[in-house]
């Protein structure tokens, strides 16, 4: 997660090591920053890589990073928008008790948990297209790995998203074992925004029949929602409204303690008419 903006990797890389003149005191022992690479795979979608490091600008902060190529899909040091996918999406569900939820992206597992958190969650199926993701929270080497896989109520599915939610009636969905076939609330978090996506084929998924065949996949009353880390696109909010019944978007702000400001990311929420 980014920003509006674009924050400065290079930037928050060279923090690991570099302090001020001030802060270069002889007489002040400094700890020394930590770098570990926990996992490398080669994958369809290029390099995969697992990374836990150490920020001497912010005392030395533990933060995890996951970069695919040259591209960072998430860092712990972010995680607010993560979280408001979740909170945003499910408040918006209305007319039902018990809710069978899909996420749409492990990464670091804190739209998964923070879903989990709501007590009306029956069953929460988290698809992603990367297998190497989903083991490095069943080994536990990512901070929330253990609280999902010890959750019951929680199954982890090895899937290709955009396949699952373009099929055909009767064909493979979120739920593995076909018991499932409509969720009251479908969050995602895998591509960039609906412009800026990992590969060219999601591209299909947000036009409006695209995301007709995932409405389908919704109960009456049920929610889509979409983080981006992009500006509200009105292109994406016309197709949205299109499908859907009602169509929000939400400017999320959270700090960036490397620069000491705000950046900004989007939650888009798209409720199925009751």
Known sequence: ????????????????????????????????????????????????ILRRRTILALENREVHEII?????LMSSLYTAVETALSNLGLAAVSGYSALDVVVGGLGLGYTARTALEHEAVRRLFVVDYLKPVIEWHEQGLVPLGKGLTDDARCEFVHGDFFELALANDGGAGFDPSGELQKFHAVL?????????LL??????????????????KIHPGG???????DPPE?????????????????VVTFENPLR??????????AKVAE
């Not at 509006?4 to 022992?29: I, K, M, N, Y």
């Not at 299909?204 to 995301?211: E, K, M, P, T, V």
């Open 68 to 72: 695919l190529g040259e591209a960072y």
């Open 199 to 216: 590969h060219q084929r999601h591209g299909s998924f947000y036009a409006a029949d695209g995301l007709r065949r995932l409405a389908a």
């Open 223 to 229: 929610v889509f929602a979409l983080w981006s880390d």
């Open 234 to 250: 009105a292109s994406f909010m016309d197709a949205l409204t299109e499908v859907f019944a009602v169509c929000e978007s939400h």
């Open 1 to 48: 997660m980014l920003g509006f903006e674009g924050l400065s990797w290079q930037c928050a890389s060279g923090l690991l090591t570099c302090l001020s003149g001030a802060d270069r005191s002889d007489s002040v022992p400094h700890p020394k920053p930590q770098f570990e690479e926990l996992d490398y795979r080669q994958t369809p979608l290029g390099e995969l």
């Open 260 to 269: 000491d400001s705000d950046s900004a990311s989007t939650v888009y929420v």
């Open 188 to 196: 995602l978090d895998i591509d960039h925004s609906p412009q800026n």
